[in-house]
């Protein structure tokens, strides 16, 4: 299944998502759509049991639209299944980014019914053609469906029946060897029925049935099982579950995680019988319910490998089904985002779009999309369903590798928000948020106390490094005309020392534009010299010429990306973070502390900070404690930590750095009323 458009679907007002062959992992907030696409695959394939459990309803025809329309894109189809979807395929013109090979589309049409009237069945249509006259040929295609598991104890008592009969049955295989296990089972219980106990309790209740019946038709009564069926065999066994090597006990005893990974593991076995299909989707909302970051990993690999096993394998015989599985998973946790490639992503964005009839400029900019729907009423505009896959991001050359290594659990939070901060090391990420703390508690109360609110829901990534363009480009640049993030800061150094050519990443070959050249002074878009401090630009003596400015370097490559200027926001520490903790006015008593705190016998060395004349200097004086040639080497991290916890703890008297400030009030919408 290479792409699936939804059309007028509940929230997926007009969506188009590209999966991958082996194993999508779909991410987003709460509400972004994640339940709603797995509902479209449920729609657009039978299930592998033929027991479906998700029918149409009007109520999943979005209220601006008559008629619901879901499409299914199959690529990679060699000559014999183009021959089973004959009717089913289309032109190379029209399965643009689909896998080599042939294609195959299938759509399905559902319109609301008027009032009272009831609803009509969804009307499919194959390929170029206006129905589906062969619709045998659809149904070869399957899913399983593995719901978010709220109490799997309960639900491995109420259908492990039902599954166990389809293990069973895919473990006997032909009709006939299902036959004979049922005729077997039932010269077992014919053998029961003769036992001495069962013989007396027979007695037991003839004795006075006899009586009770000798004065009008005399009765006695047998006792025998019914004969037995797969299903009914299925239903009599218990699931059962204890430590290796312990005996197994009832499934109450065991813990939600392991029980969920037991039902798992039953529908796992279930997908013995994709065999019998040529293609089966693994459907799997939310498994990292109750189960520890080891074990979501554990289960992600197991399903990558069975699909990747799967598409390789060979049909049984000539004419067989193909038997390949396709694994699509939602989720929250970043442990699955993180254990998964980047190319695996495809991230679910919650919109806000204005209904058609509200007149919206479509080449007004995001902010001023945003300022206008918040001035309609609110019927005018829906919360509808984006996707960005990550795949189709273009990425250059190495930077979808780098992400990889780089996105571990913590950085890859950044992909279920809409707001993210950068920074380059671990100092700015313990301070920022005990920065906010103090800005924001300068604003009026209910202003503080939304804007504390958006700060609290944006993630802060410490890249650990300069290395910032892999991440901006995931974030910012456009897929299918949307992006991940809606805003995002980067708090970066000026580094003065840097060569002009010492560019920070791999960022050669960008296919989204030409990176700018890495040569002092930068120019920005309007052409103003970015760097003041190069001697060669300012015709003057003066300090040492900052030969590479990160900041507008970056600038520069967003720029050329088309991202919105709107969209982020730079703040550059002059030369550093901790030269620019000491520049306000009025900070350095409350520094000189945790200092002491550090270092109680380094008054010495505190001396350069009290003896200089300007701001510039004193901040020069601080920052040089941090260098590690002045015999001193005061650990950036520690102190960072020191300096937080004080924040948080005291409240002192102490100034946030103006550009951390601007950043801060940015980044959580301060004056902004559509933030």
């Not at 008027?114 to 062969?134: C, F, H, N, T, Y």
């Not at 289960?299 to 390949?324: F, N, W």
């Not at 008593?589 to 109680?600: H, Q, S, T, V, Y």
Request: some cysteine.
């Amino acid at each position: 299944l290479g792409r699936v458009r939804a059309k007028g679907f509940k929230s997926l007002l007009d969506t188009d998502v590209a999966l991958r062959p082996g194993v999508t992992v779909m991410v987003g907030e709460n509400n972004a759509g994640k339940s709603n696409f797995i509902d479209v695959l449920r729609l657009l394939t039978d299930p592998l049991d033929d027991r479906r459990t998700r029918w149409w309803d009007a109520e999943d025809v979005h209220s601006w639209v008559d008629t619901a329309e879901l499409t299914a894109l199959y690529g990679g189809l060699s000559a014999e299944e183009g021959g089973t979807h004959l009717q089913a395929l289309i032109s190379p013109a029209d399965d643009t980014g689909m896998p080599a090979g042939r294609s195959a589309r299938y759509m399905a049409r559902f319109t609301r019914p008027a009032p009272g009237e009831r609803a009509q069945r969804p009307a499919w249509s194959a390929g170029r053609l206006m129905d589906d006259p062969e619709p045998e040929a659809r149904r070869t295609i399957r899913h399983v469906y593995l719901p978010p598991l709220r109490n799997a104890q309960q639900e491995l008592a109420s259908s492990a029946g039902n599954r166990l009969r389809l293990i069973l049955a895919a473990e006997l295989g032909a009709k006939e060897a299902i036959k004979a296990f049922e005729e077997e089972q039932a010269e077992h219980f014919r053998g029961l029925e003769s036992h001495t106990k069962i013989k007396a309790a027979r007695k037991r209740i003839n004795e006075p049935l006899e009586l009770l019946t000798a004065g009008a038709h005399p009765q006695h009564m047998g006792l025998s099982f019914a004969e037995p069926s797969l299903a009914s065999i299925a239903r009599a066994l218990r699931t059962r579950m204890g430590d290796e090597g312990l005996a197994v006990e009832d499934i109450g005893r065991s813990g939600l995680g392991y029980a969920n990974l037991l039902y798992i593991a039953t529908v796992l076995a279930e997908l013995d019988a994709a065999r019998d299909a040529d293609l089966t989707l693994f459907l799997v909302e939310e498994p990292e319910a109750h189960l520890h970051p080891q074990l979501q990993i554990l289960l992600l690999e197991h399903l990558r490998a069975q699909a990747m096993r799967s598409q390789s394998a060979s049909p049984r015989k000539d004419g067989a089904p193909q038997g390949r599985i396709q694994v699509v998973i939602t989720t929250h946790s970043p442990v699955l985002a993180a254990a998964t490639t980047v190319r695996d992503l495809v991230v679910l964005k919650r919109c806000r779009t204005l209904a058609p009839s509200s007149g919206q400029d479509p080449a007004a900019t995001e902010s001023e999309k945003e300022e206008a729907s918040s001035k309609e009423n609110a019927s005018t505009f829906a919360f509808t369903t984006a996707a960005v896959p990550v795949n189709e991001i273009p990425f250059a050359e190495h930077e979808a590798a780098k992400l990889d290594r780089y996105l571990d659990i913590t950085k890859s939070a950044m992909l279920f928000g809409s707001r993210v901060i950068l920074v380059e090391g671990l100092a700015e990420a313990l301070l920022i948020p005990a920065f906010a703390d103090l800005v924001l508690s300068s604003l009026p109360e209910a202003e503080q106390r939304r804007a504390k609110a958006v700060f609290r829901g944006t993630c802060i990534v410490s890249v650990d490094g300069v290395d910032f363009t892999p991440y901006l480009r995931v974030l910012l640049v456009e897929a299918g005309g949307v992006r991940i993030a809606d805003r995002v800061v980067v708090i970066t150094d000026q580094d003065p020392g840097k060569k002009a050519a010492e560019i920070d990443d791999d960022s050669r070959a960008a296919p989204v534009g030409e990176v700018p050249s890495a040569r002092a002074p930068f120019e920005s878009a309007a052409g103003e010299a970015q760097n003041a401090t190069d001697p060669e630009a300012s015709g003057a003596e003066g300090p040492a010429p900052v030969r590479f400015n990160r900041a507008s370097w970056l600038r520069g490559n967003l720029l050329q990306w088309q991202v919105p200027q709107e969209s982020f926001h730079i703040a550059e520490s002059k030369p550093t973070l901790e030269p620019e903790l000491m520049r306000p006015d009025g900070n350095q008593e409350f520094l000189a502390d945790i200092f002491f705190d550090l270092r109680p016998k380094s008054q010495h060395h505190w001396m350069a900070v009290t003896e200089a004349t300007t701001a510039d200097e004193r901040a020069d004086a601080f920052g040089a404690l941090f260098a590690k040639g002045t015999g001193i080497g005061l650990p950036k991290g520690d102190y960072a930590y020191r300096l937080a916890e004080r924040l948080v703890q005291e409240q002192g008297e102490f100034t946030v750095p103006a550009h951390l400030a601007a950043a801060i009030r940015w980044i959580s919408g301060v004056g902004d009323t559509t933030a």
